[in-house]
């Protein structure tokens, strides 16, 4: 590209030869002015100039200049490009206090490694190159498009995401960036679901890791010989997707009093599957469900869980509107008189709860890690603002109320991305049988403290961003679809209401197993 320097961009500052400069690249905007969405007025003064400060106040950088990188023709003489390529040292991303993670930002921790930087900047790449500069027109198509799942799987992305460590031998892939499979841990899938939640969608997070995150793993866990070789490569090469069909339209939480019913067959060969499912991410195209259906008595003891494949006679799908999680194929799910074969049965007759529940805390534990880096974001895009806004002859960050607004964000983050990591590193050391019967507790308190704060977090930056917040699209878009999604923290894996009181009645209950005396 031609380099300008500041005299020459100067020359090119009226309607019939107009450039500007943003982030050190020169633009030609001269047949954009009639189509910018403000009007070209408000551009004229900036014609001929630096508009870097001016542009980052009204447009989200990454979308639009992605968006519009075909008018780029230079780049201005004494100006670095701003990188796109994350660098891997002791910093890493924004150095904008609390605006990543702690370990990001140079401080010491006990749980991160060399193989977690690299991991970081392999993931970041991806999530930037792929998901970024796209989420906004996702969300304005309502669909995120199946290419991506595709080249997540290609990548081997997907395959980071089953909960499994060391890495699993079944895996269709290798580690990613030279990690050895002995190295792979909790915090590499801490990681990777932190960083797919910077680009602010519950729904395309939810395409890319429902499936290989809280599905698949009843295959993993339960599933027989002859379905672990069908589907597993399948899925995580996204080659197949896979959807969790549990909750019903009259029993979210409450799952041990689910009516979908499956009745065995006189010859004992099938079951004949009846009834409805709600709110079942990826169900409008998902190839295989994972169905919990009565199969016996009333309760716990009378669940399995049914291998569904579409194309099964009686199973009919159909899209659900939501207030966020847009793109992320939610269905309502119609089973009738589905015939299925009794070898499609996932682990146990009638032992299905067991299996639902032992993967509530890998579930769980997606929804708080993207429940934090949301929450993040929101107070990330929250402070540039309040640094480039000016009121009454001062910065926004200048004004009391403001501060006191961002001090309360980052305190409850880094709280709760502090008792994160440590339930991480309880996972990574104790069996899952240990970590199901004394982490239940805690991770569901955490599940509360986590979509609580992103909530609290997504208001206040929505206040400090005024009406850039309340516009889809734009510098504000970020936290707009935030704070749509905050009801898609709060809800799934369990309700606020019943994860604060399953979370003290289990930590009290181990207790008293230790030896507590109350």
């Known amino acids: 590209m031609k380099t300008f320097s500041a005299a020459e961009l100067a020359n090119h500052s009226t309607e019939d030869s107009a450039y500007i400069a943003i982030n050190g690249k020169i633009y030609d905007v001269t047949d954009f002015l009639d189509a910018h969405p403000g009007g070209k007025r408000v551009m004229l003064p900036v014609l001929g100039t630096d508009a870097t400060q001016v542009f980052k106040l009204y447009h989200s950088v990454v979308t639009v200049l992605n968006k519009y990188k075909h008018l780029a023709i230079g780049v201005l ?31 010491y921790s006990p749980y991160y490694n060399d193989t977690h930087k690299r991991f970081r900047v392999w993931i970041r790449k991806i999530v930037e190159e792929h998901m970024m500069p796209y989420v906004h027109q996702w969300e304005v198509d309502g669909e995120v498009p199946k290419s991506l799942y595709k080249t997540f799987g290609k990548e081997g992305v997907l ?70 070789q069908k589907i597993i490569g399948e899925v995580l090469r ?3 997707s896979i959807a969790l069909a549990i909750t019903e339209p009259f029993a979210g939480s409450d799952v041990a009093n689910i009516t979908a019913e499956a009745k065995l067959s006189e010859d004992g060969t099938h079951f004949v599957l009846s009834g409805e499912k709600k709110w079942i991410t990826n169900g409008v195209w998902a190839d295989y469900f994972i169905v919990a259906a009565r199969t016996g008595g009333a309760g716990m003891t009378g669940i399995s869980l049914l291998l569904v494949e579409r194309g099964m006679k009686g199973l009919h799908t159909r899209a659900i509107k939501c207030q966020g999680n847009t793109g992320s194929g939610t269905a309502f799910v119609i089973m009738d008189k589905i015939i299925v074969p009794r070898e499609n049965v996932i682990g146990k007759e009638n032992k299905g709860f067991m299996c639902i529940m032992k993967n509530f805390n890998h579930e769980r534990f997606g929804i708080i890690v993207g429940a934090i880096r949301s929450a993040r974001v ?90 850039l917040s309340y516009t889809r699209g734009g510098v504000g878009e970020r936290v707009e679809r935030i704070y749509r999604d905050v009801r898609g923290y709060a809800i799934p894996g369990g309700s606020e209401e019943i994860m604060l009181d399953l979370g003290i009645r289990q930590s009290v209950k181990i207790s008293q197993m230790l030896g507590a005396k109350m």
């Open 77 to 107: 003489e004494g100006h670095e490009l701003e990188s796109t390529e994350p660098e891997n040292g002791d910093t890493f991303g924004s150095l904008v206090a609390y605006a990543e993670p702690g370990w990001y930002q140079g401080q």
């Open 159 to 228: 395959s980071c995401m089953t909960g499994v460590a060391p890495w699993p031998s079944w895996a269709p892939h290798k580690p990613p960036c030279g990690i050895k499979p002995e190295e792979w841990d909790s915090f590499h899938e801490l990681i990777l679901g932190d960083e797919m939640a910077r680009c602010a969608s519950v729904g395309a997070g939810a395409v890319l890791t429902l499936g290989p995150s809280i599905a698949l793993p009843c295959i993993v866990h339960f599933g027989t010989d002859a379905m672990k």
């Open 238 to 240: 996204g080659e197949k």
């Open 378 to 467: 929101c107070y990330e895009d929250a402070m540039h603002h309040a640094n480039r806004r000016r009121t009454f002859g001062k910065t926004l960050f200048e004004h009391g109320v403001i501060r006191n607004k961002l001090a309360h964000m980052a305190r409850q983050i880094e709280a709760a991305q502090s008792w994160l990591e440590n339930l991480t590193y309880q996972t990574s050391k104790m069996s899952q049988e240990e970590a199901m019967m004394k982490l239940g507790g805690p991770i569901a308190l955490l599940k509360a403290q986590a979509t609580q704060t992103v909530e609290y977090c997504a208001r206040e930056a929505s206040q400090i961003l005024g009406g």
